[in-house]
Antibody, heavy 123, light 107 residues
Framework: QVQLVESGGGVVPPGRSLRLSCAAS????????MHWVRQAPGKGLEWVAV????????YYADSVKGRFTISRDNSKNTLYLQMNSLRAEDTALYYC????????????????WGQGTLVTVSS | EIVLTQSPGTLSLSPGERATLSCRAS???????LAWYQQKPGQAPRLLIY???SRATGIPDRFSGSGSGTDFTLTISRLEPEDFAVYCC?????????FGQGTKLEI
């Protein structure tokens, strides 16, 4: 069965960096686009970034553009999110999520999710 | 940006009853690109419905979605104890791809 397991969250001061990872199993990782979605405490979900199945195309929400970088290693079945210049408003539970579309442009909805990793930006 | 407004914020029902959840968009959602998810504390969100009315793999047929344009509905025909959770809608027709704030379905 599909499994997505996030890691790398923690408490970090404003302005610092953090890298999240998402280990995928149970499907052909290299054939599907992947996303990061976050949820701030008490708030709704917010789409953060997407990467195409081959890693060639990446898109970001305006709120993180220029600060966050999504990447993937298909040989390791792992998705990453490099977060730089972190702000208090980046505090959230970060989910990795699978796009349902096989080797095509992402559809931007999510058929499988991980349980999330918590990032807290605080001094 | 398309704003999705879900109502009610909280819905109190009993097992066996019918639940009707609403998701209203501030602009028309292109091609009915509307999804519904179920969220339970400590668990991964679960896709229920995509394309406004298509059930995702493994979703029981008591869950159904309908609607188009700006008005969408998730219906749970007969509530089971495991259905009490938060439900949120998401539009993926136009960037930014936005979510509603959620409806909490409680006993």
């Amino acid at each position: 069965q599909v499994q997505l397991v996030e890691s790398g969250g923690g408490v970090v001061p404003p302005g610092r960096s953090l890298r999240l990872s998402c280990a995928a199993s149970g499907f052909t990782f290299s054939s599907y686009g992947m996303h990061w979605v976050r949820q701030a405490p008490g708030k709704g979900l917010e789409w953060v970034a997407v990467i195409s199945y081959d890693g060639l195309n990446k898109y970001y929400a305006d709120s993180v553009k220029g600060r966050f970088t999504i990447s993937r290693d298909n040989s390791k079945n792992t998705l990453y999110l490099q977060m730089n210049s972190l702000r208090a408003e980046d505090t959230a539970l970060y989910y990795c999520a699978k796009d349902p579309t096989w080797q095509l442009l992402p559809k931007y909805y999510f058929d499988y999710w991980g349980q999330g990793t918590l990032v807290t930006v605080s001094s | 940006e398309i704003v999705l407004t879900q109502s009610p914020g909280t819905l109190s029902l009993s097992p066996g009853e019918r639940a009707t959840l609403s998701c209203r968009a501030s602009q028309s959602v292109r091609s009915s690109y509307l999804a519904w998810y179920q969220q339970k504390p400590g668990q991964a969100p679960r896709l229920l419905i995509y394309g406004a009315s298509s059930r995702a793999t493994g979703i029981p047929d008591r869950f159904s979605g309908s609607g188009s344009g700006t008005d969408f509905t998730l219906t749970i025909s007969r509530l089971e104890p495991e259905d009490f959770a938060v439900y949120c809608c998401q539009q993926y027709g136009s960037s930014p791809y936005t979510f509603g704030q959620g409806t909490k379905l409680e006993i």
